[in-house]
T-cell receptor, first 111, second 116 residues
Framework: EDKVVQSPLSLVVHEGDTVTLNCSYE??????LLWYKQEKKAPTFLFML????IEKKSGRLSSILDKKELFSILNITATQTGDSAIYLC???????????FGTGTRLAVRP | GAVVSQHPSWVICKSGTSVKIECRSL??????MFWYRQFPKQSLMLMAT?????????EQGVEKDKFLINHASLTLSTLTVTSAHPEDSSFYIC????????????FGPGTRLLVL
C-alpha cells in the first residue's frame, strides 16, 4: 500500500523563525512529489519535484527531493503570520494521475 | 496558475436529499478531473477520477451509486451525492490536471456539505 507520511503533524513558531517540514513516502513507480499549501479552502500548488537534489525555490519557500532516501523537505525562512496553513505533500506514480496525500503539517506562525 | 471553480461553495440539506456539486476548469480543458473528500483535520482522500466522455474510476470503498460523477464536457465535471446522510457531511474538493508537461493538478475552492 502506498504511504505518504508528514512530520511534524503540527508546529507553532514565531515570526522570523525558519521551519523545515518533512515528507517521506513509500510508493511503487514514483513519478513526482508535490507540495501544496491549504489555508481555509482548497490547496494551492507550491512545488512539484521529480529529480533528486535539485532545489526548487519561490521567495522564502524552497523544497528538495531525495529519491534515494525517499523523502522531501519544505523550508520556509523568515516566517510570517500569513504562512500559517496546512502544508500537504502528495506523491504521484508513473501510472495515472492519482495523487496520494500525506496527513499534512499544520503550521501556526505567531506574531 | 490555472483556475478551477466549484459551485456551490456551501450547501446545507436535509437527510435523504441529493446534492449536485459542479467543478469547472475556467481557462483550460481538462480531460481528467478528480474528486476528493476531506474530513476535519484530515488529509484529502481521493474518491474518484472523472474522465471526459467515459465512466469515472472510483477508489476502493467509495460507492459509485451514492457518489454519481458525470464529466459531460472538457470543462465540467459534476458530483452528485445521492440520498445524503449526516455522515456524508464533509469538504468536497475537485481538481483538474493541466494538460501540459508540468502535469500539475489545480484545485477548486471546495464545497462544504452539511447534511442535517
Amino acid at each position: 500500500e502506498d504511504k505518504v507520511v508528514q512530520s511534524p503533524l503540527s508546529l507553532v513558531v514565531h515570526e522570523g523563525d525558519t521551519v523545515t517540514l518533512n515528507c517521506s513516502y513509500e510508493v511503487t513507480n514514483f513519478r513526482s512529489l508535490l507540495w501544496y499549501k491549504q489555508e481555509k479552502k482548497a490547496p494551492t500548488f507550491l512545488f512539484m519535484l521529480t529529480s533528486s537534489g535539485i532545489e526548487k525555490k519561490s521567495g522564502r519557500l524552497s523544497s528538495i527531493l531525495d529519491k534515494k532516501e525517499l523523502f522531501s523537505i519544505l523550508n520556509i525562512t523568515a516566517t510570517q503570520t500569513g504562512d500559517s496553513a496546512i502544508y500537504l505533500c502528495a506523491v504521484r506514480k508513473s501510472s495515472g494521475d492519482k495523487l496520494t496525500f500525506g496527513t499534512g503539517t499544520r503550521l501556526a506562525v505567531r506574531p | 496558475g490555472a483556475v478551477v471553480s466549484q459551485h456551490p461553495s456551501w450547501v446545507i440539506c436535509k437527510s435523504g436529499t441529493s446534492v449536485k456539486i459542479e467543478c469547472r476548469s475556467l481557462d483550460f480543458q481538462a480531460t481528467t478531473m478528480f474528486w476528493y473528500r476531506q474530513f476535519p483535520k484530515q488529509s484529502l482522500m481521493l474518491m474518484a477520477t472523472s474522465n471526459e466522455g467515459s465512466k469515472a474510476t472510483y477508489e476502493q470503498g467509495v460507492e459509485k451509486d451514492k457518489f454519481l460523477i458525470n464529466h459531460a464536457s472538457l470543462t465540467l465535471s459534476t458530483l452528485t451525492v445521492t440520498s445524503a446522510h449526516p455522515e456524508d457531511s464533509s469538504f468536497y474538493i475537485c481538481s483538474a490536471r493541466v494538460p501540459d508537461s508540468s502535469e500539475t493538478q489545480y484545485f477548486g475552492p471546495g464545497t462544504r456539505l452539511l447534511v442535517l
